[in-house]
């Protein structure tokens, strides 16, 4: 099945410790989305790519980095986690952007604490 | 400033009908999702909204009206699956999604 697959669902990290969190997708899908989302919050948008064309949100933290080296892969680099980074973080996936009807499709999550 | 307004919790019985409001405020407007997000897990597509009117898809239809900034949920046959939160999202005139932040539905026997 095509699918959005997320590692690890789950990590533990020390304060001020880096972490990278990785996205990989099977659907072939030219855009690729990074979301944080805390507890009953609706999702906050971090970083986008367009095919290989990143684009960084304005108030995303300097904190937070990204890589997409191909376009079935995206990863989420946080250099120094903070107590406040401790979220869900979502990666989901979309055909093309700029479209009305092109609906995102998200990975199964993964569980930040920061200890 | 972009506004999406939902209730944030909401109460039903299993074999009722709910209805889940979402109001918004946005710069333009290029389409409404619904998706539901189970405790702990990724939110999941619902449903998509570009005209007026309800689309109907099984037990879950969805309603708009642009020119009220309105929308909602209609859940019928209410089973204790369905509690979950559900998430009314706008994709703005950039086609950026914006997000609220989601109605917690509890399912009662």
């Known amino acids: 099945d095509a699918m959005v697959i997320q590692n690890p669902r789950y990590q533990v990290t020390q304060f001020g410790k880096p972490v990278t969190l990785s996205c990989s997708q099977t659907?072939?899908?030219?855009?690729m989305y990074w979301y944080q989302q805390k507890s009953s919050q609706a999702p906050k948008l971090l970083f986008h790519y367009y095919d290989k064309d990143f684009n960084n949100e304005a108030d995303t933290p300097d904190n937070f980095q990204s890589r997409r080296p191909n376009t079935s892969f995206c990863f989420l680099d946080i250099r120094s986690p903070g107590l406040g980074d401790a979220a869900m973080y979502l990666c989901?996936?979309?055909?093309?952007?700029?479209?009305?009807?092109?609906?995102?499709?998200f990975g199964p999550g993964t569980r930040l604490t920061v200890l | 400033g972009q506004n999406i307004d939902q209730p944030t919790e909401m109460t039903a019985t299993e074999g009722a009908i709910v209805q889940i409001n979402c109001t918004y405020q946005?710069?333009?407007?290029?389409?409404l999702f619904w998706y539901q997000q189970h405790a702990g897990e990724a939110p999941t597509f619902l449903s998509y909204?570009?005209l007026d009117g309800l689309e109907e898809k099984g037990r879950f239809s969805s309603f708009l009206s642009r020119s009220k900034g309105y929308s909602y949920l209609l859940l019928k046959e209410l089973q204790m699956k369905d509690s979950a939160s559900y998430l009314c999202?706008?994709?703005?005139?950039?086609?950026?999604?914006?997000w609220g932040a989601g109605t917690k539905l509890i399912i009662k026997p």
């Open positions: 989901a996936t979309s055909m093309v952007a700029g479209v009305g009807t092109d609906t995102q499709y």
């Open positions: 909204n570009v």
């Open positions: 999202a706008v994709k703005d005139s950039n086609y950026q999604l914006i």
């Open positions: 659907l072939n899908h030219n855009v």
């Open positions: 946005t710069s333009g407007f290029n389409g």
